[in-house]
């Protein structure tokens, strides 16, 4: 009797755990293959949410999915454990030591094999090199590092109330991270008005630099041009074709040596795999560290390994560029891969991946938000603003919440979030 093919989802970011949880309804519950998911976190968090959770705006206990729960529910294995290296030969992926937050090892490291690997690590900002960076920057790529800006941003918070000083934050990169972020920072300060000081948001001054020549470059000219207009006129320093030069304990230098005062800064430009797959036993990998795959989502060097989402570059025959690294294009091939993976492992060809675009959002918090239409439906390509957007962005993730869950339970979360938004304060204080 034949095993079951071993598949290997190493990441569980948007397209990671969508697919494991679709390809464990169709195959690991059947026993016709066994689905591992692999990642270092033990919780998932939508990404696109990682700046309201940075701001403290949302709770994070309430939107996170653990994964070995879930993983349960939905018939795969999930394994914590971060991705070192690959092993093309012998079909392993190689982890890294897992240990504890006192420096305990509790798992050597290790390998597991696999019959079909799929990467979705996700990507992270890219610093260039940019001295300084590294040691004076928040990060705001994971859960991890959302909640670590939290705490910092709570002391200085704190201290700017106590000591009744400015709270200056600067923010490198004004792609939706940065954008986005700003605008929460505003609304969380706004609120906590309310909680005893009436000046708390008075004292914020917030400085946005883009090295582009207008902030949110891959979105159309509309929706970036309205987005720096409400940006200024909540009060935010826009610097846009601003090169950084290096950061330091007091903000960041740029251009002639001129300084961006801080005491809390954000590094959100750029973007690229993780350092180490640009070490990829025999992979084609690019300048980002993706892998490029071809329109099968398969790596040009080995047709068992795919690649989805923001830790691949994928060049389409109609498209100028590689496909941008949204959510949007993770779901869409995480989606395919569910759907024509299981058909490829019985031996009919895999067809191949068609992108399609259904327009692009960005939410100024509940200040106000942009989008347009895209190429398919209704109004194409229409712009579209205000109550009407913020609805269509808050309906992204919702619909990513039904693709994990069903339709029950997702309705189910969003009724307990709505319940615990009345009886909770709007805005994480301890």
């Given at each position: 009797?034949?095993?079951?093919?071993?598949?290997?989802?190493?990441?569980?970011?948007?397209?990671?755990?969508?697919?494991?949880?679709?390809?464990?309804?169709?195959?690991?519950?059947?026993?016709?293959?066994?689905?591992?998911?692999?990642?270092?976190?033990?919780?998932?968090?939508?990404?696109?949410?990682?700046?309201?959770?940075?701001?403290?705006?949302?709770?994070?206990?309430?939107?996170?999915?653990?994964?070995?729960?879930?993983?349960?529910?939905?018939?795969?294995?999930?394994?914590?454990?971060?991705?070192?290296?690959?092993?093309?030969?012998?079909?392993?992926?190689?982890?890294?030591?897992?240990?504890?937050?006192?420096?305990?090892?509790?798992?050597?490291?290790?390998?597991?094999g696999y019959d079909v690997l799929v990467l979705s690590l996700g990507s992270r900002a890219n610093d260039f090199g940019t001295p300084g960076v590294r040691q004076h920057c928040h990060f705001i790529d994971s859960q991890r590092?959302?909640?670590?800006?939290?705490?910092?941003?709570?002391?200085?918070?704190?201290?700017?109330?106590?000591?009744?000083?400015?709270?200056?934050?600067?923010?490198?990169?004004?792609?939706?991270?940065?954008?986005?972020?700003?605008?929460?920072?505003?609304?969380?300060?706004?609120?906590?008005?309310?909680?005893?000081?009436?000046?708390?948001?008075?004292?914020?001054?917030?400085?946005?630099?883009?090295?582009?020549?207008?902030?949110?470059?891959?979105?159309?000219?509309?929706?970036?041009?309205?987005?720096?207009?409400?940006?200024?006129?909540?009060?935010?320093?826009?610097?846009?074709?601003?090169?950084?030069?290096?950061?330091?304990?007091?903000?960041?230098?740029?251009?002639?040596?001129?300084?961006?005062?801080?005491?809390?800064?954000?590094?959100?430009?750029?973007?690229?795999?993780?350092?180490?797959?640009?070490?990829?036993?025999?992979?084609?990998?690019?300048?980002?560290?993706?892998?490029?795959?071809?329109?099968?989502?398969?790596?040009?060097?080995?047709?068992?390994?795919?690649?989805?989402?923001?830790?691949?570059?994928?060049?389409?025959?109609?498209?100028?560029?590689?496909?941008?690294?949204?959510?949007?294009?993770?779901?869409?091939?995480?989606?395919?891969?569910?759907?024509?993976?299981?058909?490829?492992?019985?031996?009919?060809?895999?067809?191949?991946?068609?992108?399609?675009?259904?327009?692009?959002?960005?939410?100024?918090?509940?200040?106000?938000?942009?989008?347009?239409?895209?190429?398919?439906?209704?109004?194409?390509?229409?712009?579209?603003?205000?109550?009407?957007?913020?609805?269509?962005?808050?309906?992204?993730?919702?619909?990513?919440?039904?693709?994990?869950?069903?339709?029950?339970?997702?309705?189910?979360?969003?009724?307990?979030?709505?319940?615990?938004?009345?009886?909770?304060?709007?805005?994480?204080?301890?």
């Amino acid at each position: 009797m034949s095993q079951p093919v071993r598949i290997v989802i190493v990441g569980g970011g948007i397209a990671g755990l969508l697919l494991a949880t679709r390809l464990g309804n169709q195959l690991g519950r059947s026993g016709q293959a066994n689905i591992t998911l692999i990642d270092s976190s033990p919780t998932h968090i939508w990404k696109p949410m990682l700046h309201t959770i940075a701001a403290g705006t949302r709770d994070v206990q309430q939107q996170q999915v653990i994964y070995l729960a879930h993983a349960r529910e939905h018939g795969f294995t999930y394994q914590p454990g971060e991705m070192t290296g690959l092993d093309r030969e012998r079909r392993e992926v190689q982890l890294a030591a897992i240990t504890s937050p006192q420096g305990d090892t509790i798992l050597d490291p290790r390998t597991v094999g696999y019959d079909v690997l799929v990467l979705s690590l996700g990507s992270r900002a890219n610093d260039f090199g940019t001295p300084g960076v590294r040691q004076h920057c928040h990060f705001i790529d994971s859960q991890r590092q959302a909640e670590a800006f939290n705490v910092a941003l709570r002391t200085r918070v704190f201290r700017s109330v106590a000591k009744d000083e400015p709270l200056r934050v600067a923010v490198v990169g004004a792609g939706a991270t940065g954008v986005e972020l700003s605008a929460e920072l505003s609304r969380l300060l706004e609120v906590a008005s309310g909680y005893g000081d009436p000046r708390v948001r008075e004292r914020l001054s917030l400085t946005l630099l883009e090295s582009g020549p207008r902030v949110l470059a891959s979105f159309p000219e509309q929706v970036s041009a309205s987005s720096r207009q409400q940006l200024e006129h909540i009060g935010f320093h826009v610097l846009t074709s601003t090169r950084v030069t290096s950061a330091e304990a007091g903000g960041f230098r740029h251009g002639d040596g001129a300084l961006v005062d801080a005491d809390l800064m954000v590094w959100a430009a750029g973007v690229k795999a993780p350092d180490f797959m640009s070490q990829f036993d025999g992979l084609d990998i690019n300048r980002s560290n993706q892998v490029v795959v071809n329109a099968k989502l398969q790596s040009s060097a080995d047709d068992h390994i795919f690649a989805l989402g923001d830790c691949s570059s994928l060049s389409l025959p109609d498209h100028d560029r590689p496909l941008a690294p949204t959510a949007q294009v993770a779901t869409q091939q995480a989606e395919h891969l569910a759907r024509h993976l299981p058909g490829w492992l019985a031996g009919t060809p895999m067809p191949d991946f068609v992108f399609r675009d259904f327009g692009s959002l960005v939410s100024l918090s509940d200040y106000n938000a942009f989008g347009t239409l895209g190429r398919f439906g209704f109004f194409q390509g229409g712009f579209i603003r205000g109550r009407f957007a913020q609805l269509s962005h808050a309906m992204l993730y919702r619909r990513h919440q039904q693709a994990l869950h069903g339709f029950r339970k997702a309705t189910l979360l969003w009724t307990a979030e709505q319940i615990n938004g009345l009886v909770q304060p709007k805005i994480r204080l301890t």
